[in-house]
């Protein structure tokens, strides 16, 4: 599965040491591009990682209109509606990330915004309950893409240091959209109908569309050293061809597309999650979180509108307080991340180890079993409105605070970093597509309070000893794996 340095698409493009000193000054190394030009690949990342989770929540609080709408008896049934989605999650990336690091990164962006534009479209004139899960499935196929490379085209764009600032302009896009997503659907749910939250996605859809195809570089070295790859952006550079393979790489190569290097790529994902045990640890306690956030999503429209009587407007007003303390964890985790990451190099002699991403992740790992436990009770006990959404907000800092430094450490950590993004984004959607249907269950045998006392027991269990132990113990597990830097 590894192939030469010489042959094989780079990931960690700036760690890879290159003999080839010529590629080291040019102005078409993404390294060495005007700041503008990297901040504008980054925005335009950002801003389909923005479209992605906004997508996946803008129809929450109209869940009870598109039960009604489709006749909807079953509490799982009408959770999948909104969670199928995020099982597409799981499995775009299986497919996308290998392809970014075989065929570069731009063309898989554009193909992808292609199938997520079209099948939101499929959405909105969907006649049955099965059409609707079956175009969800397939937009979230398409929507996948930037959550998946974006911390490849980072790792693309900026060396080591760098990365944390770049990472939260990313995360940026990425935060606001899950809680952006309820506002905006709750009110056109309120005022037009639940079906105008997909009009509104297609819409976004498009627009990321013409705005990648035109605007948005390819950043893969490979790619860009390859004779036939792109250069620059343009409509021209939509379909890139195949970088051109040394005679070796050709001769193990099969006619068929799931063989040779193409299939060890695609496979690349499980492999990390099945061989890697610090891989398979960081994305279950991500997924963990993540699927937290989801069951939010599924039960805020029925908290906020049966005990505190809120319309599908007001409730999806409620997400704001989730979504500001992600914000303020992003706005603290790309300045505290990097310092903290400086201030140990310095220590270490100014040798750079992945483990230096952890301490950021001690304070999310405290913060989010507060947020559960908070906002469980307090709803139980029908205290203030503001106070469940307090709760929320401490969960919503935490999230991120845990979120951050996972993904700066699979950028940092492995060869392929798209690969163990897909693998981190597998094991998040899963649990995020499967704890939600779940949740109306739990709910009632155990109350409000008991559940989220429940989850918040295991996020403590999982989330306070995990940080230490890879930060300690990290950088000998990873020297046992040939997958890792």
Not at 80 to 86: A, D, F, Q, S, V
């Amino acid at each position: 599965m590894e192939k030469s340095a010489a042959t094989a698409p780079s990931v960690l493009n700036s760690e890879i040491e290159d003999t080839d000193q010529a590629w080291r000054e040019p102005k078409d190394n993404p390294l060495n591009w005007p700041r503008s030009k990297k901040y504008q690949t980054i925005g335009l990342v950002s801003f389909q990682a923005f479209i992605s989770p906004l997508a996946s929540s803008i129809m929450a609080p109209g869940l009870p209109e598109l039960a009604e709408k489709y006749n909807i008896k079953s509490d799982t049934v009408l959770a999948l509606t909104l969670t199928i989605y995020l099982l597409a999650w799981a499995l775009g990336p299986l497919a996308f990330a290998p392809l970014s690091e075989m065929y570069g990164r731009r063309w898989v962006i554009n193909i992808s915004s292609v199938i997520f534009t079209a099948f939101s479209i499929g959405c909105i004139f969907a006649k049955s309950t099965g059409q609707l899960i079956a175009f969800r499935f397939l937009a979230g196929l398409g929507a996948s893409t930037p959550i998946s490379i974006a911390g490849a085209v980072i790792a693309d764009l900026y060396i080591l240091e760098e990365r944390a600032p770049a990472s939260a302009i990313y995360g940026l896009g990425l935060l606001i959209g899950p809680p952006t997503g309820p506002i905006m659907g709750g009110y056109l749910t309120q005022t037009v109908g639940v079906r105008y939250g997909f009009v509104l996605t297609a819409a976004l859809g498009a627009v990321a569309l013409v705005l990648s195809v035109f605007l948005l570089p390819e950043t893969d070295h490979a790619i860009i050293r390859s004779k036939r790859g792109p250069q620059r952006g343009g409509i021209t550079g939509l379909f890139n061809k195949k970088p051109e393979t040394s005679v070796e790489d050709k001769r193990t190569q099969s006619s068929t597309p799931l063989t040779g290097p193409a299939r060890e790529a695609a496979l690349r994902p499980l492999v990390l999650l099945t061989r890697s045990p610090i891989c398979f640890i960081l994305s279950f306690y991500g997924a963990l979180v993540y699927g937290f956030l989801n069951m939010f999503f599924t039960t805020f429209p029925t908290i906020f509108g049966e005990i505190y009587g809120f319309r599908p407007g007001p409730t999806g007003l409620t997400y704001i307080g989730g979504g500001l303390g992600e914000l303020c964890a992003t706005a603290l985790g790309g300045w505290v991340g990097n310092t903290v990451y400086h201030n140990l190099t310095k220590k270490n002699g100014g040798i750079q180890k992945p483990e230096f991403r952890m301490p950021g992740m001690l304070l999310g790992s405290v913060a989010v079993p507060i947020g559960l436990f908070w906002f469980g009770w307090t709803a139980q006990t029908h205290q203030h409105w503001m106070l469940p959404i307090i709760g929320s907000s401490i969960f919503g800092f935490g999230m991120m605070s845990i979120l951050l430094p996972l993904q700066l450490y699979f950028i940092d950590a492995f060869k392929y970093s798209a690969a163990a993004l897909a693998a981190a984004s597998l094991a998040r959607s899963l649990l995020a597509f499967a704890i939600p249907l779940f949740a109306p269950q739990m709910i009632d045998a155990m109350g409000l309070g008991g559940t989220y006392s429940f989850l918040g027991g295991l996020s403590i269990a999982i989330g306070i000893p995990l940080p230490l132990w890879v930060y300690f113990q990290g950088e000998k597990i990873r020297a046992r794996s040939d997958l890792n830097h």
